[in-house]
């Protein structure tokens, strides 16, 4: 076969080891947190060490129209990182090298660091890289940046996009160019960066990424706010955003408070209908005067128990038990994890849509939320042996993307489209959008290569 | 002739007023601020007052192939809103609405909207829109968002792009669509968003920007400090950003202190070698903490005089000296008006090169900055009279781009490339940064029409 024969000179083009042809290790490369049940398998991995390793894979793949599928961490939850039968799975995670410069306050980093390995070598100079996915141990800079993850103070500092001042980036004909760079401001030429940032490995590799940086934050204090119902909770959530921006706010309903209580045994109140994790980060005095905006609004909306700390472990406690909920929710059954998104007011009617979906599909479905910013998790829960049941489950899973885009939201707003979400894009951006998106992808990817069936 | 001929089907197209045929108007819409000689005259102007007219204008452009220059309040820097001969120049300076949404955060608003106007207009609503060009009372928020603008509290709250959650942008080809919206997270397909915040009317004419504002500002501190030197003063700038994140962070030198003293007699040190103006908008207590921390910095760097108010109108005269600089060093003389970022700590090595520039090619150089971001303003006093002089500031302009260039930094952090600069993109970007540029423009406007000779 040409393609086995072709294969050799990709071993020989690169260093002894970085490509794999273990059928075991290439199995273990098919799918992606999503677990696409659609993965095919690569021939071959390649475990990038440099960008040099990158470019020589991608234009091997040219060459052999090969399609190339990049990969971070593999913690993808919508696809983006599903390998394709006959393709290429490369991974940048052992490309982890990281450069701080604390005058310019940015990073320079390789693809393959994981978000927590960021966070913790800049604060060795005293800064903070503040994008923060649930996910943050396990995830990759690379991964994020490819995504535009989010996480959970977005709603106060923004997402992965507004940090990445520039990059390099490996193109679907093997060249790499440098886009940006540690420059807060600058306009000169197309903001292509910005354009990278979130496409999903469909429009090029991305080997390095430069970061901006922040100075640190101050401690936080807490407010955990008990409600009876979900429409107390978002009424909540619409106070304090029209008056203060908390650096978080998280919303769980019945179901998560339950599955974590479960789990955790922290002593959550099993009977409120929904709980929000509030935090304020502002310096000193300024804390406890958003901390009371806090507390009278929760109060307001009739919030059947408060709790507000400054101790920042205490704090954390609660904010991990947020972060801890799909992972406890997993434990009732497998997920199908959505990541849509409505303006802030629309929220209780999503939530109250998702409830009715859950209700007609006979599905359980619990949501979790990113509040302050919109971004809401539904987690559908379905027993893959239950083939009535899984049935279900995705039509529940079509029909809660359809209502955030009647509500004039968004599919997803921190997970990427990857492939499970596709076929909902052109419903939300419409045809000339998806032709727009289409044309760009076309004339920088005219052969198709790079992470085919992703987004489009 | 038939361009005449078709002319009328435009003014036909368009409601009464729209399409202006005057000579005299014609002639006053050939150039913005950057008074580019090689200006063109347009065939006609149209001032649009709806998105409708805007996609009529640009179908007949696309039908005739004529060339179509859109426009904001017309004080670009850079020429990016210069006519060409037998063009259409489109000014969006009629439409001019403006919805706030308190609840989301977020504002709708039409291109020839002044940033003035978008700031007060939100300020009813108790919210802010940060991004602030010194020519914030003249320049419109379409021309904002289509130079990325920048401004003075840039340093800490970023440009014009971290404000734009989505728009309305007509295509080459007349079609109009809508990208993003006033959702602070979303990852649903490229960020096309992003794309075109910045192109400078080569891909599209923005219509309309969902913008995304923040609460009020709190009422800022200023600390101005002179300095013998402007390396005492670089040197402060460096340590007060690697401590702490001013609101706004300005320098002045010499020539600009004593041209801003001779218009406003305010009492400035005209003997000092650089001025910084730094402000702190932190909560409460935090702001004093802030201020000394300036304070301490400008000290230990020598400066001669340390002043420092809470009382924000003694900070806003300093702040609107600063802005002040450009017409106050224009009484000189006709400027070239330069936009060079660094790395931040190349600021000393840039204003010493600009200084070796002035110096060979004998003429004068003021050098005012946002020097919080690296973002410098060389301002070239020339007499367009005297052809020698004029030749030598020619000179001094590319060479101080080649300078920045060479420093690692950019041509241009906040005015855009436009006609002036676009000889020097292709030094920045590389060659294959130009072609990738190259063929995003070519798949979006195939004709060439939108902006032709503005990047590139």
């Known amino acids: 076969m040409t393609t086995i024969t072709a294969l050799d000179d990709l071993v020989t083009a690169l260093p002894v080891g970085v490509v794999i042809t273990d059928p075991d290790i290439i199995a273990s490369y098919r799918q992606d947190r999503a677990f696409d049940p659609d993965a095919g398998t690569a021939m071959a991995v390649v475990r990038a060490t440099s960008t040099a390793d990158v470019q020589a894979a991608v234009r091997w793949c040219a060459a052999n129209n090969v399609p190339i599928i990049p990969r971070g961490a593999g913690t993808g939850l919508s696809g983006g990182a599903t390998a394709v039968d006959g393709g290429i799975v490369l991974t940048t995670e052992k490309m982890r090298d990281i450069t701080v410069d604390p005058i310019t306050r940015s990073a320079i980093c390789q693809p393959g660091l994981l978000n927590a390995e960021v966070k913790a070598a800049v604060k060795e100079h005293g800064l903070w890289y503040p994008p923060d996915p649930s996910s943050f141990e396990i995830c990759s800079i690379g991964g994020n940046a490819a ?28 060249r790499a160019v440098r886009l940006g760079g540690a420059r807060l401001k600058d306009t000169a030429g197309l903001s292509l960066t910005k354009l990278f940032v979130g496409s999903e490995g469909t429009l090029g590799i991305i080997t390095e990424v430069t970061l901006r940086l922040l100075p640190p934050q101050a401690a936080a204090s807490t407010v955990v706010g008990s409600f009876a119902s979900v429409h107390a909770a978002s009424k909540a959530v619409l106070e304090i955003t029209s008056t203060i921006r908390p650096a978080m706010l998280e919303f769980m309903d019945k179901v998560a408070i ?22 304020s980060d502002a310096p000193g005095a300024a804390a406890a005067a958003e901390v009371e905006i806090i507390e009278a609004a929760f109060t307001r909306c009739g919030a059947t128990e408060v709790f507000a700390t400054d101790d920042p472990d205490e704090g954390e406690a609660f904010t991990a038990a947020r972060r801890y909920a799909i992972p406890a929710i997993e434990k009732i059954g497998p997920l199908l994890l959505e990541d849509v998104g409505v303006p802030l007011h629309k929220l209780p009617d999503l939530i109250d849509g998702i409830e009715a979906i859950a209700a007609n599909r006979d599905v359980l479905i619990s949501v979790i939320a990113h509040a302050g910013d919109g971004n809401t998790h539904p987690l559908i829960v379905h027993d893959p042996n239950d083939a009535d049941e899984t049935a279900r489950a995705n039509l529940a899973f079509g029909e809660v993307m359809d209502l955030a885009i009647a509500l004039g939201g968004t599919i997803t707003g921190e997970h990427g489209v990857g492939r499970l979400k596709k076929g909902w894009l052109p419903d939300q951006l ?11 992808k076309d004339t920088l990817d005219p052969q198709g290569i790079l992470n085919p069936g992703t987004m489009l």
Chains 1, 2 share one sequence.
Not at 431 to 440: K, P, S
């Open 147 to 174: 995504t535009n993850a989010g996480g959970l103070c977005c709603v106060k500092y923004g997402v992965t996009s507004d940090y990445v001042l520039g990059m390099e980036v490996v193109l679907a004909d093997g």
């Open 258 to 279: 339950n599955a974590v209580e479960d789990q955790l045994k922290m002593g959550l109140d099993r009977t409120a209908g929904a709980l929000l994790v509030a935090q």
């Open 430 to 440: 419409g045809a000339d959008v998806i032709e727009l998106t289409q044309r760009i």
